[in-house]
């Protein structure tokens, strides 16, 4: 059975422009979920979907969103990107979400942001 | 609001020396208790969990877990380490009521001495 992937791996955008990152959960899995990794605040919960509706999010700013699809593909974008955007952005997918589901990682999209 | 910490940021051991990380939690209920991996570049893979029932946990590549509620403590350890376990580590913890919403703590890096 095939992984989570993310796509793209790797991207660079400048300052006021917007991303749009792509997960592609394990078949079957209905959960996705989205981290953001930094040096300096670690690895940080964005938000959850489950079955198209948004279950949980964190506390990061408005100009982060995302979205699931009927065949449990998420995307999330992030508009007017500042520096501090710069992140490893990390998607995992469960089969449910309880929490007490296994989540299994993507290897993550890097965005750097000049 | 559940918490973690991972109090050392560094450790390195001798190859085939014992390891142990510590890690610590804070919530009010019975958590759910993760420990994932992360070699460079690489996204998070899952080493064992721990969700109810026996407190000693195994998990892949030899990792064992144990779970101490009065210490609030899951720390993971390894009877003889291998050059390939050099990677950061992440302790997580979930709850039955946040969908799947992990909260890490800091991580620690593991360096093995040859």
């Known amino acids: 059975k095939a992984g989570v992937t993310q796509t793209p791996r790797y991207l660079i955008k400048t300052r006021g422009q917007q991303v749009t990152l792509s997960c592609s959960p394990i078949?079957?899995?209905?959960?996705v979920s989205w981290y953001q990794q930094t040096p300096g605040q670690g690895l940080q919960f964005l938000f959850e979907?489950?079955?198209?509706?948004?279950?949980n999010k964190g506390n990061f700013p408005g100009r982060f969103s995302g979205r699931q699809f009927s065949n449990s593909r998420s995307e999330m974008n992030v508009s007017t990107l500042e520096l501090g955007d710069s992140a490893l952005y990390l998607c995992?997918?469960?089969?449910?979400?309880?929490?007490?589901?296994?989540?299994?990682f993507g290897p993550g999209t890097r965005l750097t942001v000049l | 609001a559940q918490s973690v910490t991972q109090p050392d940021i560094h450790i390195t051991v001798s190859e085939g020396a014992s390891l142990e990380l510590r890690c610590n939690y804070s919530?009010?209920?019975?958590?759910?208790l993760f420990w994932y991996v992360q070699s460079p570049g690489q996204g998070l893979q899952l080493l064992l969990k721990?969700?109810?029932?026996?407190?000693l946990v195994q998990g892949i590549k030899g990792f064992e877990a144990e779970f101490k509620r009065s210490q609030s403590s899951f720390n993971l350890r390894k009877p003889s380490v291998h050059w390939s376990d050099a990677a950061e580590y992440f302790c997580?913890?979930?709850?039955?009521?946040?969908?799947?919403?992990?909260?890490f703590g800091g991580g620690t890096r593991l360096m093995v001495k040859p």
């Open positions: 997580a913890v979930g709850t039955n009521n946040a969908g799947n919403m992990l909260t």
């Open positions: 078949s079957g899995h209905r959960s």
């Open positions: 919530y009010g209920a019975t958590p759910y």
């Open positions: 995992a997918s469960s089969l449910g979400a309880s929490g007490s589901f296994e989540q299994f």
């Open positions: 721990y969700f109810s029932g026996d407190t």
């Open positions: 979907y489950f079955s198209e509706t948004q279950r």
